[in-house]
């Protein structure tokens, strides 16, 4: 059994999934449940008897260690987080309250549990982080990319609130000896992922007609990382990673905004074709607060000590993406209604 948090977002309903379709070990899935949280994401799950989800917060203690106690996993896995940087921005006090209070207390209950398993149980147990590149800062053109060595640097308040809930699990580590892994990954996409992030914003904005949001000039650099490639480089580290250690996952796909945009354009020409290109739709708005210049990935100490390599392109994932939004449109009509809507008006609204 291992637990699971933040199961039903984007990138923990992806590897919850996965991990299912690989294994026949049993999930315990809780999740908060909040905008990006949805369970139509899980459900081809919803007969599969080694599928428990529980509504709840990480930040609940007594509602953690209950379940610890109850189900003994072998493993935590936290995918709970805040994690979109303009939100961040208008509301910081979420992010502060999730990805630094809430992981706070989920490592206290998860040490109080593993300090009274046995010592095969113990020295099996794992606690794995899930981070993002966003800790190290901002690469100049030239700079090399990241390893797990570059000085934390965060320039967001999501960035900031992810760097303290890394140190909070790096300490729990070398202060209590919790058996803990931390990964830090490049900007994930795929299936399941809500419509506020770039590319199925994008996907979602053109099938519409609507206008293609890009901030400032468009060249802003990202790692772009397919999500099931994702997903098995968590299980790669949860199965043979070294307590104490940070893996850092990446595609090897440096991509600016206007390349990634202009590649879903030319996709959907071809699958949706209309008057003219999806590309007259694109406009550029406002830069956002302290945006970030480029982020870019050395995957290389996950695949040389744990054979580890993506095995997607950006050019195989992205298209698998499209295909992926082109037949899956009544789950992005249920998410891109309320709450999605309010919050597209008051951002994207005043930059136009």
């Given at each position: 059994?291992?637990?699971v948090?933040?199961?039903?977002g984007?990138?923990?309903?992806n590897f919850?999934l996965?991990w299912?379709?690989s294994?026949?070990?049993?999930?315990?899935?809780?999740?908060k449940?909040?905008?990006?949280?949805?369970?139509?994401?899980?459900d081809?799950l919803?007969?599969?008897p080694?599928?428990?989800?529980v509504?709840g917060?990480?930040?609940d203690?007594a509602?953690v260690?209950?379940?610890?106690?109850e189900h003994?996993?072998?493993?935590i896995?936290?995918?709970a987080?805040?994690?979109?940087?303009?939100?961040?921005?208008?509301?910081?006090?979420?992010?502060?309250?999730?990805?630094?209070n809430?992981?706070?207390?989920?490592l206290?209950?998860?040490?109080?549990y593993?300090?009274?398993?046995?010592?095969?149980d113990?020295a099996?147990f794992?606690?794995?982080h899930?981070?993002?590149?966003?800790?190290?800062?901002?690469l100049?053109?030239?700079?090399?990319?990241?390893?797990?060595?570059?000085p934390?640097?965060?320039?967001?308040?999501y960035s900031?609130?992810?760097?303290?809930s890394d140190?909070?699990?790096?300490?729990?580590?070398?202060?209590?000896?919790?058996p803990?892994?931390?990964?830090?990954?490049s900007?994930n996409y795929?299936?399941?992922?809500?419509?506020e992030?770039?590319?199925?914003?994008m996907i979602h904005?053109a099938?519409?007609g609507k206008?293609?949001p890009?901030?400032?000039?468009?060249?802003?650099?990202?790692d772009?990382?397919?999500?099931?490639?994702?997903?098995?480089?968590?299980?790669?580290?949860?199965?043979?990673?070294r307590?104490?250690?940070?893996?850092?996952?990446g595609?090897?796909?440096?991509?600016?905004n206007?390349?990634?945009?202009?590649?879903?354009?030319d996709i959907?020409?071809?699958?949706?074709?209309?008057t003219g290109?999806h590309r007259?739709?694109?406009?550029?708005?406002?830069d956002?607060?302290?945006?970030?210049?480029?982020?870019?990935?050395?995957?290389?100490?996950?695949?040389?000590e744990?054979?580890?390599?993506?095995?997607?392109?950006?050019?195989?994932?992205?298209?698998?993406?499209?295909?992926?939004y082109?037949d899956?449109?009544?789950?992005?009509?249920a998410?891109?209604?309320?709450e999605y809507r309010?919050w597209?008006?008051?951002?994207?609204g005043?930059r136009?």
């Amino acid at each position: 059994m291992i637990l699971v948090t933040g199961g039903a977002g984007f990138i923990g309903a992806n590897f919850v999934l996965d991990w299912l379709k690989s294994c026949s070990e049993p999930v315990v899935n809780l999740d908060k449940l909040t905008y990006a949280g949805n369970l139509h994401n899980l459900d081809s799950l919803a007969d599969d008897p080694r599928h428990l989800f529980v509504h709840g917060d990480i930040g609940d203690s007594a509602l953690v260690a209950h379940l610890l106690q109850e189900h003994q996993p072998r493993a935590i896995i936290n995918f709970a987080a805040e994690s979109h940087v303009d939100r961040s921005i208008h509301g910081p006090e979420d992010f502060i309250r999730t990805n630094v209070n809430g992981t706070f207390a989920l490592l206290g209950a998860a040490r109080e549990y593993w300090e009274q398993l046995g010592t095969d149980d113990k020295a099996g147990f794992r606690f794995l982080h899930v981070s993002t590149d966003e800790v190290y800062g901002s690469l100049g053109p030239q700079d090399a990319p990241f390893t797990e060595h570059t000085p934390y640097a965060p320039n967001s308040p999501y960035s900031a609130s992810k760097a303290a809930s890394d140190h909070l699990v790096r300490a729990w580590h070398h202060t209590y000896g919790l058996p803990t892994l931390t990964t830090n990954c490049s900007n994930n996409y795929g299936p399941y992922q809500f419509p506020e992030k770039l590319v199925p914003l994008m996907i979602h904005n053109a099938l519409s007609g609507k206008p293609l949001p890009v901030y400032g000039d468009g060249l802003n650099i990202r790692d772009w990382l397919y999500v099931s490639d994702h997903c098995s480089a968590i299980r790669t580290v949860l199965n043979a990673g070294r307590p104490g250690e940070v893996y850092n996952i990446g595609g090897w796909n440096e991509k600016t905004n206007m390349e990634v945009v202009h590649t879903l354009c030319d996709i959907l020409d071809q699958a949706r074709p209309q008057t003219g290109s999806h590309r007259a739709l694109i406009h550029h708005v406002r830069d956002r607060a302290g945006h970030d210049r480029r982020y870019a990935i050395d995957a290389g100490k996950i695949e040389r000590e744990l054979g580890w390599k993506p095995e997607e392109t950006f050019e195989t994932g992205i298209r698998k993406t499209v295909a992926w939004y082109l037949d899956n449109q009544p789950w992005v009509e249920a998410v891109t209604s309320g709450e999605y809507r309010h919050w597209l008006e008051r951002h994207y609204g005043a930059r136009t």
